[in-house]
Nanobody, 121 residues
Framework: QVQLVESGGGLVQPGGSLRLSCAASGRIFRLNAMGWYRQAPGKQRELVAVIPRGGSTNYADSVKGRFTISRDNGANTVFLQMNSLKPEDTAVYYC???????????????WGQGTQVTVSS
């Protein structure tokens, strides 16, 4: 079984910063693309940022210049540094990973349980 466990959410004032972490554990042969999505109340889940195992990162326009995604392949962990937070960043943030569990096997999408980020004064 594979698990993604997020941490780092919370309440922060506008203009503040938070750092989210997501650690993957279990039977993992290869951890490929990892990313962060978010879902605000009454809205669809949207992509925030994605980082492939190798190559360039990609961000939603709404977070470019404020958020930075990074990963530690040795620790099977992805991070999201969020700066200059705005009230509209308030949402549940979900970690996503594309994982191959065995050599030669198929890749599957896995999701974390979500962590709440609230930006409010």
């Amino acid at each position: 079984q594979v698990q993604l466990v997020e941490s780092g959410g919370g309440l922060v004032q506008p203009g503040g910063s938070l750092r989210l972490s997501c650690a993957a554990s279990g039977r993992i042969f290869r951890l490929n693309a990892m990313g962060w999505y978010r879902q605000a109340p009454g809205k669809q889940r949207e992509l925030v940022a994605v980082i492939p195992r190798g190559g360039s990162t990609n961000y939603a326009d709404s977070v470019k210049g404020r958020f930075t995604i990074s990963r530690d392949n040795g620790a099977n962990t992805v991070f999201l540094q969020m700066n200059s937070l705005k009230p509209e960043d308030t949402a549940v943030y979900y970690c996503n990973a594309l994982i191959r569990r065995v050599a030669g096997g198929s890749e599957y999408d896995y999701w974390g349980q979500g962590t709440q980020v609230t930006v409010s004064s």
